[in-house]
């Protein structure tokens, strides 16, 4: 089990999603699991988060079927946290 989720809602980001992402990564503290939700964006969101789960185990993708909102992408990111 990891000790930190890090959840993260994200639609239509293409244009800030690298930077939010390098910006979790980049902390000192390695023990934790960063959560992307993808809320069906409809750029290129989802490609670059799924380009940064295959270069890094602790990055994980999950999409919503249909674009939900920030509370509902937060809530789902809860639901499949790892971390206490």
Same mark, same amino acid.
């Given at each position: 089990?990891?000790?930190? /989720?890090? %959840?993260?809602?994200?639609?239509?980001?293409q244009n800030t999603i690298k930077?939010?992402? *390098?910006?979790?990564?980049?902390?000192?503290? +390695?023990?934790f699991e960063l959560i992307v939700?993808?809320?069906? /964006?409809? *750029? *290129?969101?989802?490609?670059? %988060?799924?380009?940064?789960?295959?270069? *890094?185990?602790?990055?994980?993708?999950?999409d919503n079927e249909i674009n /939900?909102?920030?509370?509902?992408?937060?809530?789902? +990111? %809860?639901?499949?946290?790892? +971390?206490?």
């Amino acid at each position: 089990m990891v000790c930190v /989720s890090v %959840i993260m809602p994200a639609y239509n980001a293409q244009n800030t999603i690298k930077q939010a992402i *390098d910006s979790v990564l980049a902390q000192t503290f +390695g023990d934790f699991e960063l959560i992307v939700i993808n809320d069906h /964006s409809t *750029d *290129d969101t989802r490609n670059i %988060i799924m380009n940064y789960q295959s270069n *890094d185990k602790r990055v994980l993708l999950v999409d919503n079927e249909i674009n /939900s909102g920030v509370s509902f992408s937060r809530n789902k +990111g %809860i639901e499949v946290a790892q +971390g206490r």
